[in-house]
């Protein structure tokens, strides 16, 4: 949000909100707590519009959580890249070194990289909602019996991890699923799990 009233021109909360992403009221509820703190000046402009400035403060709080969040970021994909590299060696070490990715976000791009540390082959992601053929050098489909032969799956997805975890289940030996701790998964076999993944081997 700061980033988008740098640019300090007249424009309508609605206008804002589609540059931020997010629903009006939102925006306004973020406006008016950055104006109290300081961050941002508002002014009145023709045709009930405002022009919004961030203030000295504002430059410098911008300033900072851009650094805190590329640390945070970084931070968090070299802990993901460890712990994918982590499965991968482990599953080279037990005979398993033909991989498939299960979800295309960028948590399958982490993994990619990962990959190229280790002595395994990633054979491609399974991806139901996928709609490109190829990602990061790999094929993509959307169900397993899609995809040549595979060793174990590893979990890329960051959206609904448990959801997809479950499902996997329905259709894959739990011994076959390798999971990142970071995605903080539960392994307790669920109820009932309707199968998104496709038919299984």
């Known amino acids: 949000m700061l980033t988008a009233v740098e640019r300090g021109e007249p424009v309508s909360q609605l206008v804002l909100s589609k540059r931020v992403g997010v629903a009006v009221g939102l925006l306004n509820a973020l406006l008016r707590r950055a104006a109290r703190k300081g961050y941002v000046k508002v002014t009145s402009v023709p045709a009930k519009r405002y022009a919004y400035y961030l203030t000295p403060k504002g430059f410098a709080e911008k300033g900072r959580l851009i650094v805190e969040y590329l640390d945070q970021s970084l931070s968090f994909f070299r802990q993901a890249r460890d712990q994918y590299e982590a499965l991968f060696e482990g599953a080279r070490a037990a005979g398993r070194a033909r991989i498939a990715l299960y979800g295309c976000g960028e948590l399958a791009e982490i993994a990619v990289v990962a990959a190229m540390n280790t002595d395994v082959v990633l054979v491609g ?77």
């Open 125 to 201: 992601i399974v991806d139901r909602a996928a709609n490109k053929p190829m990602a990061y050098g790999l094929p993509v489909v959307r169900a397993l019996d899609d995809l040549e032969a595979w060793d174990v799956i590893v979990l890329t997805d960051g959206r609904t991890p448990q959801l997809s975890y479950n499902d996997l289940l329905a259709v894959v030996p739990a011994d076959r699923l390798l999971l990142p701790e970071f995605l903080r998964v539960s392994r307790l076999r669920p109820v009932a799990a309707a199968s998104r993944a496709g038919a299984g081997r």
